[in-house]
């Protein structure tokens, strides 16, 4: 069974920067010292301290200086220039306050900002930062679990990593192949990080509904279990009608919860959903097959879609059109190798939601084999496309070099575990939070564990 007895505390990380600038607002606590600070401070690395300042009030530390809340249902403190949406579509800097313990940590030459904060009042403000707030308060239940789930596993998952001294690796490479996934194993001085990395965490400043209050507070300790152990339950914006195996975006381990499911009450006809034929895949990619989140619905889309992801509309089917100096530039920039003019981008292997594990680039001066499916979007867009389930269509070919690519795709994210759209219009529909998450996560079951 899970380690977890009562309600752990986590550690965030927000940002990291040469000089940070924070307002306290309230009674702040600092080991050793007597008395209570507040007000605007500024820290910076000083030789090898960290020195913080606020008009005549200074404090030093070789490691770590902590400001300790002392209530913190009260007490607050605001961060400026804190990026979100980092390296994708949307990113933008913010202003945004957080409850709880106010960490700086000397790292080299750069501070991490840490907050210190009690799983639940996290989980509060990420069902809000992930999501509209307005959200019905089924859907919020459904991801208070999932994202509780998430984070405890990973702690549990670290935890098992320093004891057992193991060496993490998410890559493998050689001269014609280059495979990698992004999880959160990159993070050893905090839990988690703040951003979708991780989840989007943004301190209270998301928190405009008693709903999401309520999602929590009535899942309070609950999590999602498979054999006993918390599962790495995971979600994205929309899967496209069918979600992808776990095994097939990160780690190549089988988790029998996150298994591809068809996102519908049935099996879309008309549709051979053998994607490893391309043509089947071509098919449901430029399709429009029926499922939960194939919705156009202002209402749902406003619940799940939070201000700067409302600027994206074409999340269940898409397509971008790219010309040969606009691919070939954007291919050598992200890689870092030089391809020449790029020939052809060849689907070598596919997930179960037809999502590409495998491409092989062929350009005029290099092939080589990319992997996994975030790698995919990180190479074939300035930022991130939004799936990597996509076709490939070439036009205006001279002497064997396409002028033009057009990329269609389907979905928005990495599709394992719950789709948030198609969560939110099972939630319309009239199905519960517990219907909701044993769609998506087939053979767990809910377990209350503190």
């Given at each position: 069974?899970?380690?977890?007895?009562?309600e752990?505390?986590?550690?965030?990380?927000?940002?990291?920067?040469?000089?940070?600038?924070?307002?306290?607002y309230?009674?702040?606590?600092?080991?050793?010292v007597?008395?209570?600070?507040s007000?605007?401070f500024?820290?910076?690395?000083?030789?090898?301290?960290?020195?913080?300042?606020?008009?005549?009030?200074?404090?030093?530390?070789e490691?770590?200086?902590?400001?300790?809340?002392d209530?913190?249902?009260?007490?607050?403190?605001?961060?400026?220039?804190?990026?979100i949406g980092?390296?994708f579509?949307?990113?933008?800097k913010?202003?945004q306050r957080?409850?709880?313990?106010?960490k700086?940590?000397?790292?080299?030459?750069k501070?991490v900002?840490?907050?210190?904060?009690?799983?639940?009042?996290?989980?509060?403000s990420?069902?809000?930062?992930?999501m509209?707030?307005?959200?019905?308060?089924?859907m919020?239940?459904?991801?208070?679990?999932?994202?509780?789930?998430?984070?405890?596993?990973?702690?549990?998952?670290?935890?098992s990593?320093?004891?057992?001294?193991?060496?993490?690796?998410?890559?493998?490479?050689s001269a014609?192949?280059?495979i990698?996934?992004?999880?959160r194993?990159?993070?050893?001085?905090?839990?988690?990080?703040?951003?979708?990395?991780?989840?989007?965490?943004?301190g209270?400043t998301?928190?405009?509904?008693?709903a999401?209050?309520?999602?929590?507070?009535?899942t309070?300790?609950?999590?999602?279990?498979?054999?006993n152990?918390?599962?790495?339950?995971?979600?994205s914006?929309?899967?496209?009608?069918?979600?992808?195996?776990?095994e097939?975006?990160?780690e190549?381990?089988?988790?029998?919860?996150?298994?591809?499911?068809?996102?519908?009450k049935?099996?879309?006809?008309?549709?051979?959903?053998?994607?490893s034929v391309?043509?089947?895949?071509?098919?449901?990619?430029?399709?429009?097959?029926p499922?939960?989140?194939?919705t156009?619905?202002d209402k749902?889309?406003s619940?799940?879609?939070?201000?700067y992801?409302?600027e994206t509309?074409?999340?269940f089917?898409?397509?971008?059109?790219?010309?040969?100096?606009?691919?070939?530039g954007?291919?050598s920039?992200?890689?870092g190798?030089?391809?020449?003019?790029i020939?052809?981008?060849?689907?070598?292997e596919?997930?179960?939601?037809?999502?590409l594990?495998?491409?092989?680039?062929?350009?005029?001066?290099?092939e080589?084999?990319?992997?996994?499916?975030?790698?995919?979007?990180?190479?074939?867009?300035?930022?991130?496309?939004?799936?990597?389930?996509?076709?490939?269509?070439?036009?205006?070919i001279?002497?064997?070099?396409?002028g033009?690519?057009?990329?269609?795709?389907?979905?928005?994210?990495?599709?394992?575990?719950?789709?948030q759209?198609g969560a939110?219009?099972?939630?319309?529909?009239?199905?519960?939070?517990d219907?909701?998450?044993?769609?998506?996560?087939?053979n767990?079951?809910?377990?209350k564990?503190?």
């Amino acid at each position: 069974m899970p380690a977890f007895k009562k309600e752990p505390t986590i550690t965030v990380g927000i940002i990291t920067e040469k000089q940070v600038s924070f307002d306290l607002y309230g009674d702040f606590r600092v080991t050793g010292v007597r008395k209570f600070f507040s007000g605007r401070f500024t820290a910076e690395i000083a030789g090898d301290k960290i020195r913080c300042k606020r008009g005549d009030d200074t404090l030093e530390a070789e490691k770590e200086i902590i400001f300790e809340p002392d209530d913190i249902d009260l007490e607050s403190f605001l961060l400026k220039d804190v990026t979100i949406g980092l390296k994708f579509h949307w990113q933008r800097k913010e202003k945004q306050r957080f409850q709880g313990t106010l960490k700086l940590l000397k790292n080299k030459d750069k501070i991490v900002v840490i907050n210190i904060i009690p799983v639940e009042k996290y989980l509060t403000s990420v069902i809000s930062s992930e999501m509209s707030a307005k959200s019905s308060v089924q859907m919020l239940k459904s991801l208070a679990v999932v994202s509780r789930s998430w984070l405890l596993a990973q702690i549990e998952k670290s935890g098992s990593i320093k004891m057992k001294k193991e060496v993490y690796s998410s890559e493998s490479h050689s001269a014609d192949e280059f495979i990698k996934w992004y999880d959160r194993e990159e993070h050893e001085l905090f839990d988690v990080c703040a951003d979708d990395h991780c989840q989007r965490y943004q301190g209270i400043t998301k928190i405009s509904t008693q709903a999401a209050r309520q999602a929590v507070e009535e899942t309070f300790g609950l999590v999602l279990l498979y054999n006993n152990k918390i599962c790495d339950a995971r979600f994205s914006k929309s899967c496209g009608g069918i979600t992808e195996s776990f095994e097939n975006v990160w780690e190549p381990v089988v988790h029998e919860y996150l298994t591809s499911v068809i996102d519908y009450k049935y099996e879309p006809e008309n549709y051979q959903l053998d994607f490893s034929v391309e043509r089947n895949a071509h098919k449901w990619i430029e399709g429009n097959p029926p499922a939960y989140c194939n919705t156009t619905d202002d209402k749902i889309l406003s619940q799940v879609l939070i201000d700067y992801d409302q600027e994206t509309k074409d999340f269940f089917r898409w397509k971008v059109i790219y010309s040969q100096s606009e691919i070939s530039g954007m291919i050598s920039k992200n890689s870092g190798f030089d391809f020449g003019e790029i020939i052809d981008l060849i689907p070598l292997e596919r997930g179960n939601s037809s999502r590409l594990i495998k491409l092989k680039i062929v350009g005029s001066k290099k092939e080589l084999i990319v992997g996994k499916e975030l790698e995919i979007r990180r190479l074939l867009s300035v930022t991130h496309l939004y799936s990597s389930a996509i076709s490939i269509g070439k036009q205006n070919i001279d002497n064997n070099i396409p002028g033009k690519f057009i990329i269609s795709g389907a979905g928005w994210g990495h599709g394992v575990g719950l789709c948030q759209i198609g969560a939110a219009v099972m939630a319309e529909k009239g199905h519960s939070f517990d219907e909701i998450l044993l769609h998506y996560f087939r053979n767990a079951r809910l377990n209350k564990i503190y």
